[in-house]
C-alpha cells in the first residue's frame, strides 16, 4: 500500500499562486501512474492532472487547467508537485493526490488505488 501525504494548500486571491506537494511512501513508484484531483463542495471528484513516474514524461491534463497548472515529479524524493498559476476562484476545492499501480496514465478517479487525505485550496475574487 501506497501512503500520500499532501501540503501547500492555502488562501490565495484570483491570479495568485500556489504549488501542491504529494509525498508518497511504501512502496516503489517506478511503474505508478500519479494524478491529482479536486473536489468542491457539492460536486462530484473531477480530474486535474496525471503523470506517469518513469521516464517516459507522460502527462495528461483537464481542458479547465491546461496552461495554467503544471505537474511535475521529483524520483529522487518521490514526490510530485502540482504548479498553479493564474488561479480562478473556480479552482477552490479540495485537491487530492492519488496512485495508480500501473504505468498507463488515466483520468478516471476509479481507476486509482490509493488516495492523500486532501489539501484545501481556497481562492477568493
Known amino acids: 500500500q501506497v501512503q500520500l501525504v499532501e501540503s501547500g494548500g492555502g488562501l490565495v486571491q484570483a491570479g495568485g499562486s500556489l504549488r501542491l506537494s504529494c509525498a508518497a511512501s511504501?512502496?516503489?513508484?517506478?511503474?505508478?501512474?500519479m494524478g491529482w484531483f479536486r473536489q468542491a463542495p457539492g460536486k462530484e471528484r473531477e480530474f486535474v492532472a496525471a503523470i506517469s513516474w518513469s521516464g517516459s514524461g507522460t502527462i495528461y491534463y483537464a481542458d479547465s487547467v491546461k496552461g495554467r497548472f503544471t505537474i511535475s515529479r521529483d524520483n529522487a524524493k518521490n514526490t510530485v508537485y502540482l504548479q498553479m498559476n493564474s488561479l480562478k476562484p473556480e479552482d477552490t476545492a479540495v485537491y487530492y493526490c492519488?496512485?495508480?499501480?500501473?504505468?498507463?496514465?488515466?483520468?478516471?478517479?476509479?481507476?486509482?488505488?490509493?488516495w492523500g487525505q486532501g489539501t484545501q485550496v481556497t481562492v477568493s475574487s
Open positions: 511504501g512502496r516503489t513508484f517506478s511503474s505508478y501512474a
Open positions: 492519488a496512485a495508480r499501480r500501473s504505468s498507463l496514465l488515466s483520468r478516471n478517479a476509479y481507476q486509482y488505488n490509493d
